[in-house]
């Protein structure tokens, strides 16, 4: 009877939300993404904060597809990038990872391969001979259960079998998105396992504070509080050293508009074409939700941070859009025109023992806690 409900409430979504001063914003046709997927129903749903944030979200794999908030002068933009129907994102032409949750392993792991308890688990090629993001069928490819749904919050789980993607253990996920009256998108994960696993998740929502569409995000204003970096090699695996940040582009332990040194020389920029590296959170205690990063956008005043209980995040900087395919309002997706701040454990971990863990033992519960809070200056 649950799922019947969630599937009816799905259908009647609204195609306006009301935000605050009661204007409303234009939403996609949730008739747009109703599909039978793996003989299971993929939806569209709307949530709002009650104080100006309105989101949609499909649950072929979590995906978050429009997120409207105001700038200074209460005019709203939708400030993530997406397509307009469900079918764009199965048979995908372009961009993969709009807006979903990213796993069983989030970033990447060197020749899809590692070991665990002695035993080799090979893993889905897909990124220049490395594994990324889950694989050639991840998480962001799954269509979850839509075990709850109310005003400004949805609840999703999905059981992974064991062997899926190559990796071991049947773990089970239970995944939170929650828009707060204080206009936070907070993301909270679960999972457990029947077997020992590495597991690393992440939100890979592509931000862009002026709208999706409306230009280069390499006049955002970001700050990033970390000391180091794990640098990569020429195909985004860490080294496994730690590099400091002072003196170098990296270091946005204050303000920076992140075109100010994107193009300079050096060889990490090199490697990643730009920034597409995992920073290593300042002073985390283990349970600890921290302010891990700010992004401001100067022009119309919108202002994300970044919370999170995780000891990385990682910021690409768009460098890999092309301009060949179109968004979900018609404009093309062009070069450096979104960023991701993904929060996580590192790149490769469980191939570098002097990394943070991903290991997870039957008995013991993964948890991560991701904050995405909006406003303006």
Same mark, same amino acid.
């Given at each position: 009877?649950?799922?019947?409900?969630? #599937?009816?409430?799905?259908?009647?979504?609204?195609?306006?939300?009301?935000?605050?001063?009661?204007?409303?914003?234009?939403?996609?046709?949730?008739?747009?993404?109703?599909?039978?997927?793996?003989?299971?129903?993929?939806?569209?749903?709307?949530?709002?904060?009650?104080?100006?944030?309105?989101?949609?979200?499909?649950?072929?794999?979590?995906?978050?597809?429009?997120?409207?908030?105001?700038?200074?002068?209460?005019?709203?933009?939708?400030?993530?990038?997406?397509?307009?129907?469900?079918?764009?994102?199965?048979?995908?032409?372009?961009?993969?990872?709009?807006?979903?949750?990213?796993?069983?392993?989030?970033?990447?792991?060197?020749?899809?391969?590692?070991?665990?308890?002695?035993?080799?688990?090979?893993?889905?090629?897909?990124?220049?001979?490395?594994?990324?993001?889950?694989?050639?069928?991840?998480?962001?490819?799954?269509?979850?259960?839509?075990?709850? #749904?109310?005003?400004?919050?949805?609840?999703?789980?999905?059981?992974?079998?064991?062997?899926?993607?190559?990796?071991?253990?049947?773990?089970?996920?239970?995944?939170?998105?929650?828009?707060?009256?204080?206009?936070?998108?907070?993301?909270?994960?679960?999972?457990?396992?029947?077997?020992?696993?590495? #597991?690393?998740?992440?939100?890979?929502?592509?931000?862009?504070?002026?709208?999706?569409?409306?230009?280069?995000?390499?006049?955002?204003?970001?700050?990033?509080?970390?000391?180091?970096?794990?640098?990569?090699?020429?195909?985004?695996?860490?080294?496994?050293?730690?590099?400091?940040?002072?003196?170098?582009?990296? =270091?946005?332990?204050?303000?920076?508009?992140?075109?100010?040194?994107?193009?300079?020389?050096?060889?990490?920029?090199?490697?990643?074409?730009?920034?597409?590296?995992?920073?290593?959170?300042?002073?985390?205690?283990?349970?600890?939700?921290?302010?891990?990063?700010?992004?401001?956008?100067?022009?119309?005043?919108?202002?994300?941070?970044?919370?999170?209980?995780?000891?990385? #995040?990682?910021?690409?900087?768009?460098?890999?859009?092309?301009?060949?395919?179109?968004?979900?309002?018609?404009?093309?997706?062009?070069?450096?025109?979104?960023?991701?701040?993904?929060?996580?454990?590192?790149? =490769?971990?469980?191939?570098?023992?002097?990394?943070?863990?991903?290991?997870?033992?039957?008995?013991?519960?993964?948890?991560?806690?991701?904050?995405?809070?909006?406003?303006?200056?």
């Amino acid at each position: 009877m649950m799922k019947i409900l969630v #599937i009816l409430l799905a259908a009647i979504s609204l195609l306006s939300c009301k935000v605050e001063k009661k204007k409303e914003v234009a939403l996609l046709d949730a008739n747009k993404f109703a599909m039978l997927v793996d003989e299971k129903n993929v939806s569209l749903y709307t949530l709002e904060s009650g104080n100006g944030v309105c989101m949609q979200v499909t649950n072929l794999g979590a995906r978050v597809v429009s997120l409207w908030t105001p700038d200074r002068k209460g005019n709203y933009e939708d400030i993530v990038l997406g397509y307009e129907n469900i079918d764009r994102y199965i048979h995908n032409e372009g961009e993969r990872f709009l807006g979903p949750v990213v796993g069983r392993y989030a970033n990447r792991i060197a020749n899809g391969q590692f070991s665990l308890d002695g035993v080799t688990y090979n893993l889905p090629i897909n990124n220049n001979g490395q594994s990324l993001h889950g694989g050639l069928k991840g998480l962001d490819m799954v269509v979850w259960d839509v075990d709850k #749904i109310s005003k400004n919050e949805i609840n999703f789980s999905y059981i992974s079998s064991d062997g899926e993607e190559g990796y071991p253990g049947t773990v089970r996920y239970n995944m939170s998105y929650i828009l707060t009256p204080e206009n936070e998108f907070k993301i909270v994960y679960t999972a457990t396992t029947d077997k020992a696993t590495v #597991i690393n998740l992440s939100h890979h929502g592509i931000f862009n504070l002026r709208g999706e569409g409306n230009g280069r995000i390499t006049d955002h204003i970001l700050t990033i509080y970390a000391d180091y970096i794990t640098p990569v090699n020429k195909v985004l695996i860490p080294t496994g050293e730690l590099m400091p940040v002072e003196n170098t582009p990296f =270091d946005f332990r204050k303000p920076t508009a992140i075109g100010e040194r994107i193009d300079v020389e050096n060889d990490q920029l090199k490697n990643g074409g730009g920034y597409d590296h995992n920073w290593v959170v300042s002073n985390r205690t283990t349970s600890e939700i921290k302010h891990v990063a700010t992004l401001y956008e100067p022009t119309f005043g919108r202002v994300m941070e970044v919370w999170s209980d995780q000891p990385g #995040i990682q910021f690409y900087s768009g460098n890999f859009f092309n301009g060949k395919v179109k968004g979900k309002y018609g404009k093309t997706l062009n070069y450096r025109e979104g960023l991701a701040l993904e929060t996580q454990k590192f790149p =490769d971990s469980p191939n570098q023992p002097q990394f943070p863990s991903t290991r997870l033992n039957p008995g013991e519960t993964y948890t991560h806690t991701c904050i995405y809070k909006f406003s303006t200056k």
